[in-house]
């Protein structure tokens, strides 16, 4: 390789929201109710087959999906476990192992700002990455609409006490 051949360098997806609902919360309904509100079509692997979805609530903890069948399908690892401040995943949906983060920072008693960073994409290559991106918007736009429905959720779902 020669010394003015750089690596290619992805940056990667960032999107946020304002949950108009506590951080505590609104963690909560992320990890524990995503099952409810996750879009499983078209955004996972068994699409109408899936019955759930998983997050384990710790370090190394599984996120998968769990189909009709009583089949587990990984999505990845539980690699930061902070709560309400932070959660973090490896992304083993694609060819290369990527990462999604996702912090929740109070911006009032019942405001909070979810920030979400997918990051790893120099991982694929050209092909892997078209591949992936090939649905209209690519991983932004789902990304951007899986936050919206999950604002919705999290605004809806009354807090338990």
Do not use: C, N
């Not at 955004?43 to 089949?71: C, K, N, P």
């Not at 587990?72 to 992304?91: L, N, S």
């Not at 694609?94 to 983060?101: C, D, F, G, H, S």
């Amino acid at each position: 390789m020669s010394d003015d051949v750089r690596p290619l360098r992805r940056p990667p997806i960032r999107q946020s929201t304002l949950v108009r609902s506590d951080r505590e919360h609104t963690f909560e309904v992320f990890v524990r109710d995503i099952g409810l509100w996750w879009p499983t079509r078209p955004h996972s692997l068994g699409q109408e087959r899936v019955v759930s979805v998983t997050i384990e609530r710790e370090l190394g903890g599984r996120v998968y999906e769990t189909w009709a069948d009583g089949s587990r399908v990984g999505w990845g690892e539980v690699i930061a476990w902070d709560p309400p401040e932070r959660f973090g995943m490896t992304w083993t949906i694609l060819p290369a192992v990527t990462e999604v983060e996702l912090t929740f920072t109070a911006l009032a008693p019942a405001l909070t700002r979810v920030a979400l960073e997918h990051r790893g994409w120099d991982r694929l290559t050209e092909e892997q990455m078209a591949a992936a991106t090939s649905v209209s918007g690519g991983y932004s736009a789902g990304w951007k609409r899986i936050l919206e429905i999950f604002t919705k959720a999290a605004e809806a779902e009354p807090e338990r006490t």
